[in-house]
Structure formats: C-alpha cells, structure tokens
C-alpha cells in the first residue's frame, strides 16, 4: 500500500508556503532582458526576464504601476525589485514586481533606497516638521538654472497671477558634478534675504539627471533651512529625496508656482466681495443701531421728568374739566330741583292763597285762627289781604251748623 500520497494542491500550497517564508525571496532584484511584455487591458503587465542562461516569467499588477517611471519595451535591460511565489494553479513560481528601473540605474536606485530608509529613521520625513506655505507671499525665491523650461514657466504662471510678487533666482547648477553643492548654496543664501517660500527644482530627466536632489547635504539644506520649501523636481512620476524632507512636494516648477504665487485677480475680487459684505453688514448693523437709538431715545422721551409733569398737568386739567364740568352738571340738576321745590312752595305759599282770594287770620298773639275756639267775641284780630292788613274786632263767634242753617234761610 502507497503510503503519504498528496494531492496537486497540497504539493503547490507546500511550495507557495516555503518561497513565502524565505526571506531573500519576498524582497529581491532580479535584472535581466525584457522579453514577451504584454500590456494587459486590466492594467497589468505580464513579461519575462532573460539571460544567456535562463528566463523567470514576471507579472506588474495594476496596484503597483506607480513603480513604473517608463514604458517597458522588448530588449530593455532592468532591475526588477519584487518577491517570488507560486501560482498554485499553473504549478509554477514567477516574480511579482513592486518596482522596475532601467539596468543602467540600477546601482543608484538601490543607492536611494538606502539614504531614503536612513533619512526616514532619522525623522527629517516626519510631518510635524513640515511647515505651511505662507497663502500670500510677497517674496519668491527660486533655486534652479538660469536657463531652460523650468524657470520660465515659473516666471510665466508667476507674472501671470500676481505680477507684483517679487522673484529672487539663484543659478543653481542643478546636474552633473558640484550640482548638490550649488544647490546648497542657493538655499543658504536665499534664506539670508528672507524671502516667503523657497522653490527648489528642475525639470524632468533620468534617475542620474536628478541625483543631485538625492544628496544628503541637499536634504539637510532643505530640513535646516528656516524658510518653507517647495520641492519640484522633475515631472509627475519623478521622486526625489528632496520631495520627502521638502515642506510641500509638487509635481512640476509650474505648479510650485502655482502654489507659492496667489492670484492676485481672484484675491481682489474677494477682497472686493468681503468689502461689499463687510459694507452691507456696516449699513445694516448702522440701521440696527439707529433703530435701537430712536427706541431708546423715545423711551427716554416717554420716562423724562418735564415728560411726566406734562402728563400730570394734562391729567390735572382733565381732572379740573372734568369737576368742572360735573360742578355744572350737579348744579344745573340743583337749579332744576330748586326751581321745583319753588313751584312746590308757591303751591304752599300764604301769599298765593291770599293772591287766589283767600285771607289770613290771626289773633293779638300772632296765632292763625283756624277754629272758632281760637277766638272769642269781643276779641281784636288781624286780617291778611293780598294788598294789606285790616284791624277788626270779633262781634260774635259761631259754629258750623249755625252757618249752614243761616244759609238755608
């Protein structure tokens, strides 16, 4: 009986699984001969790498184009960096590339690589020494050639946004031997006129043409300087070790200026609108505020002493109009009913009575006679006419029914 029999899979797994734990092989340089590179729709890119004595097929996916600074054609030599592993479905091992250089590079980018790890452990990377780029900067200094595309366009985008920042340019020898010195040299002494922002840059070019942005004394220059650097060095996939120590790292000189230069046009025009904004605000808070005036001085009218004295004076001649005018009321109604009470007491009055044809009569005491028994015969009386008095004397006193009986005969 066959004994430990292993499936396809397990065999691959097994493999897969020793390439993965062999250090060498998850970080390694492979360089050869591209041949059979193929671009595919995906994105990624399948090509193998040669030798007199052998080939290893490799795959770029997608995700890791970035690595790529040029486009991979049959016959180049490169330095590949990447890991070996096993594709467990085709049985075979192949290289899975992160980075791929040009051969003639190859000892510089392994070069940079190391003086990048060593700077980054040391910090100078780090962003809490990153300083902001000042938004409206009246002073440029520009570290690059006197000649070439570069300092042009940055004098062009710069005249063109804001003619009135000022642009104070080193010639900077910025390739070839002594470049990194030049380099140096500019900042140092830019940093002496006390500029806003400092551009350190060029144009694109190969690994060897940006080498002297990948100096060490290039990078302290920058760390150390006391002014805000911006880094443009070379085109949109070049990266230098200047763009991780520099304070903003752009893609082009042309947007270095970009950046370091404001609009002077559009700043205006905010200007112009905080200004109306601000005007409108003044115009309204001054309407508030008369409003609130007027409100306060009428409420000081209404709570003024003289104000007060006013009202009570107008309220003491109401009250004075209005006893006034009650005093007349009550009085007119008094004059009625005295004049009512008179006619009630001429009704009463002796004199009317007497006015009417009667008399009044009284004894010598000065009593009204108005019985037969409040006299007696012989007695003088008084009696009262409407024009007089007439003195007479009572001759005889009868009753009633004597009267009567005398008017019967």
Request: aromatic fraction near 8%.
């Amino acid at each position: 009986m066959i004994k430990n029999v292993y499936t396809v899979k397990q065999v691959n797994t097994y493999i897969k699984n020793m390439f993965t734990q062999d250090f060498m092989l998850n970080r390694i340089y492979v360089k050869g001969e591209v041949s059979n590179c193929k671009y595919h729709t995906s994105g990624h890119i399948y090509f193998s790498l040669k030798d007199e004595s052998g080939t290893i097929a490799c795959v770029m996916f997608a995700g890791s184009r970035s690595g790529l600074s040029f486009r991979m054609q049959e016959g180049q030599q490169v330095v590949v960096l990447g890991s070996v592993s096993v594709y467990e479905r085709d049985g075979r091992y192949q290289l899975y590339a992160r980075e791929i250089i040009l051969d003639g590079a190859g000892e510089l980018y392994l070069k940079f690589e190391a003086l990048k790890k060593e700077l980054e452990e040391m910090g100078m990377f780090a962003q809490e020494y990153k300083r902001p780029i000042p938004r409206f900067a009246k002073r440029v200094g520009i570290v690059t050639a006197p000649t070439g595309a570069a300092v042009r366009d940055i004098m062009n985008i710069s005249a063109r946004r804001n003619p009135y920042v000022q642009l104070i340019l080193y010639p900077a020898q910025v390739q070839g031997d002594g470049a990194a010195e030049s380099i140096v040299r500019g900042i140092q002494m830019l940093e002496q006129q006390k500029p806003d922002v400092i551009i350190v840059g060029r144009g694109g070019g190969s690994i060897e043409d940006l080498w002297a942005f990948n100096e060490e004394i290039v990078a302290r220059a920058i760390f150390e300087c006391s002014i805000p650097i911006i880094s443009a060095v070379g085109h949109e996939t070049d990266t230098t070790i200047a763009d991780y120590v520099a304070d903003l790292r752009v893609p082009t000189p042309s947007a270095a200026a970009e950046m370091a230069v404001y609009e002077y046009l559009a700043v205006e025009a905010q200007m112009q609108e905080f200004w109306m904004r601000m005007r409108k605000d003044m115009v309204r808070k001054i309407e508030l505020e008369r409003q609130r005036l007027e409100h306060s001085a009428l409420r000081l009218k209404l709570m003024h002493p003289g104000q007060k004295l006013n009202e009570n004076r107008q309220y003491a001649a109401d009250l004075e109009l209005r006893i006034r005018n009650r005093m007349h009321t009550v009085l007119e109604q008094k004059k009625h009913q005295f004049a009512i009470y008179i006619e009630k007491m001429k009704g009463l009055s002796p004199l009317e009575k007497l006015n009417q044809g009667y008399s009044y009569t009284e004894n010598q005491q000065g009593r009204n006679i108005r019985r037969i028994s409040d006299t007696a015969a012989g007695e003088k009386i008084r009696v009262y006419v409407t024009d007089g008095c007439i003195e007479a004397e009572v001759k005889e006193v009868h009753d009633q029914a004597w009267s009567e009986a005398k008017k019967e005969d």
